[in-house]
């Protein structure tokens, strides 16, 4: 079975503090996608990565930055935490077959609170 | 532009009805892909099913079916007999380009005892 774990269920942080958000695949995965999920509003896709160390632009990527360093492991960093930024973050990975459209396979979410 | 609708914000239903839980998609491609997924009050995301755009067959799993009609554009999903385990909030999904996907609102169904 595909795994992905990320590194906290809840999580506080204060205005202004620098937030790193963890996922981890065990599946040797391509593609790894961070996305926030807010009533009413679904699933919007923040960055996502096709490859070690390549990081693409989501949806709604002001506010953040990813960093991909190692194929398993994708980080999404709020460089400076702010009020509206308060969601649940969602971790995603699939395979990465050519052609796209694979199945992406969620970890537990983060629900960050920001004060 | 690539958009997927879920109209119906919330639902409530009494253990034992079934119930349907609609997704309209637009896209501009010709060859697609949808899903379904369910999110338990835990949160985590739970594949359901993934459709190719040119396999319009029904599809049943056990309780759950879906009806994929390209004409309308919708790739609905009914639970038969519902469960209170089945409650969750459940999200339609359409392909795009690079393997991203585009997600609709979600449907919060309530399945009282």
């Known amino acids: 079975d595909v795994k992905v774990t990320q590194s906290s269920r809840y999580l506080v942080k204060r205005t202004g503090e620098k937030v790193f958000l963890e996922c981890v695949q065990d599946?040797?995965?391509?593609?790894m996608f961070w996305y926030r999920q807010d009533p009413g509003l679904g699933l919007r896709l923040i960055y996502f990565?096709?490859?070690?160390?390549?990081?693409e632009k989501g949806d709604i990527p002001e506010g953040y930055s990813v960093s991909r360093e190692k194929k398993e492991r994708f980080s999404l960093i709020l460089e400076s935490a702010s009020t509206n930024q308060t969601s649940m973050y969602l971790c995603a990975s699939s395979f990465g077959a050519s052609g796209g459209a694979d199945t992406q396979y969620f970890g537990p979410g983060t629900r960050l609170t920001v004060l | 532009a690539q958009k997927v609708t879920q109209a119906q914000t919330e639902i409530s239903v009494v253990e034992k009805e079934d119930v349907t839980l609609d997704c309209v998609y637009e896209t501009r491609d010709t060859t697609y892909y949808l899903f379904w997924y369910k999110q338990p009050p835990s949160g985590e995301l739970v594949f359901l099913i993934r459709r190719n755009s040119f396999d319009e067959q029904n599809e049943i799993s056990g309780r759950y079916s879906w009806n994929f009609q390209k004409s309308t554009s919708s790739f609905n999903f009914t639970i038969t007999a519902s469960q209170v385990v089945d409650s969750a909030v459940y999200f339609c999904a359409l392909s795009e380009e690079g393997g991203k996907l585009i997600f609709g609102q979600g449907t919060e169904l309530s399945v009282k005892p």
């Open positions: 599946m040797d995965h391509e593609n």
């Open positions: 990565s096709y490859d070690v160390k390549m990081k």
